[in-house]
């Protein structure tokens, strides 16, 4: 006769793995992640960009200014070209077609006086993107 070893009986645990440590992982990279970040600074006022796209509105009258400081509207040029875009911009915005190589500080006292002749709107044209 034959004896019959008995053979352990094997314990039947989950092949499942605990997810615990992982989520505790998990959750450990990211708050690794929002504790190294470098979050932007809030601007320190509402600044509303400028927008180069719109309606192509070439036929309307405009004053142009060169790259040099020469400024001219239709015939006028010079002061006359300023008092006179000033008068035709009464029922509307004065389009402004500046050089994009001229100075920011010429065109700031171009501002400054079409302002103090009474122009309330500018708008300056730029090229399309």
Known sequence: ?????????????SSREPVVPMINVVFLLLIFFLM????????????????????????????????????????????AALAEAVQASDSGP???NADATLSAATLAQVLGRLTALGATRVDIVTEGG
């Open 36 to 79: 190294t970040a470098q979050i932007t600074p809030p601007a320190p006022f509402d600044v509303t960009l400028p927008n180069a796209s719109g309606e192509d509105d070439t036929g309307q009258r405009a004053l142009y200014i060169s790259a040099d400081g020469e400024i001219a509207f239709e015939t006028a040029r010079g002061d």
């Open 94 to 96: 004065l389009r402004l």
């Open 1 to 13: 006769m034959r004896r019959r070893t008995r053979i352990a009986p094997v314990s039947r645990r």
